[in-house]
């Protein structure tokens, strides 16, 4: 150890370990039925989420960076995510609320002794404090799939938070990304997982992009317009799930101008992004519209690349990292901040709320980069690879800014909205343009 890097990702990788287990403890403190229950199929239980978070830790920190005695060499089955899909998991033998509590704490006494004494450099999964920052992005990203659960769940409201800031600024509608090379990924942010390497250059051909998501009053004309009873904008697959499902507006809309959140019903707020559609309701809309979702690539090169420079930046506004000014993140609000709330976010060209707020479906498939290299499991992406999953971009307001940033890619399958998933439209710029 020692030495002036060391001790920067030292502290940082305290400091988001210390974030992530506040953001939790809020999560899971509600009542032991609240907390064992299914509050839907496709979530675990909330105390699932809790063990499963200090068993990784455990996992990765513990034994293999810590070299240290397990602390529980009896639970790693079941919460292993791949021996047990998410609706079997209330059947499972699980830890009781007092277990799993007293469990993630004392797995994290030993992980905070380990940071203090292991060398941050040089070692294959330590280099940087990787390890450190990939577990705190695991919490985080737990924090958001159980924050998506507290969405789900029925009954009094559990989670408060004040209301997003109002819009400040006039976006406009649209901008032109100019055609030309950008770099894709990177191989320099040092706590970035393995699907967001390496830097690779990519040619983009001029399009166009919105400058927002997509906003609540814009979809609410598709469907007034008879947008999702018209096989015309759905792809085959998308119409047959949409009558199947028996599709007709977001999740958690009333159909009545109102919708729930974190069990609050309230008028939909017109200026904010809309959310929780899933990829065939977004694809739909941009038919209807005219449009197209963005590439991947399209995406971030609109959320990274510097006109000026030719470089590619952390994020959309520059390289400092995000702060309350930029971004709606981190569950500071409960819900999407209407467009125009974050100008200091914007991107160079205009561009604005890329980082926060809501997902953004891509129109792109979940491949890994040229030179692509599973690190350190096979299970965090390379498993997920090919033609099922649709690329995310962007973040959302229950996303923490450690698990966020203009190279995080995300995934789902197609037919997902209980994530907090928008989108924004893209077109081809005419030729000459
Ligand atoms: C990147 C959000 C798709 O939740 O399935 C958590 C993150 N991986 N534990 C997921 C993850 C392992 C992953 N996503
Ligand atoms: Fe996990």
Redesign the pocket.
Known sequence: GGGAVSTDARARAAADLLRARARSTILTDVGDDDLTRQHSPLMSPLVWDLAHIGNQEELWLVRDVGRREPVRDDIDRLYD?FKHPRATRPSLPLLGPGEARAYVRTVRDKVLDILDTVPLEGARLVDGGFAFGMIAQ?EQ??DE?MLATHQLREGDPALTAPPPPPSIADVGREVLVPGGPFTMGTSAEPWALDNERPAHEVDVASFHIDTAPVTNAQYAVFIDDGGYLDPRWWSPEGWHHRVHKGLVRPMHWHGDGTCTHFGVRAPIDPAAPVVHVCYHEAAAYAAWAGRRLPTEAEWEKAARHDPETGRSRRYPWGDADPGEAHANLGQRHLRPAPVGAYPAGASPLGVHQLIGDVWEWTSSDFHGYPGFAAFPYRE?SEVFFGTEYKVLRGGSFGTDAVACRGTFR???LPVRRQIFAGFRCARDAREGE
């Open positions: 995510a695991h990203q737990h799939t965090y995300n995934w789902d």
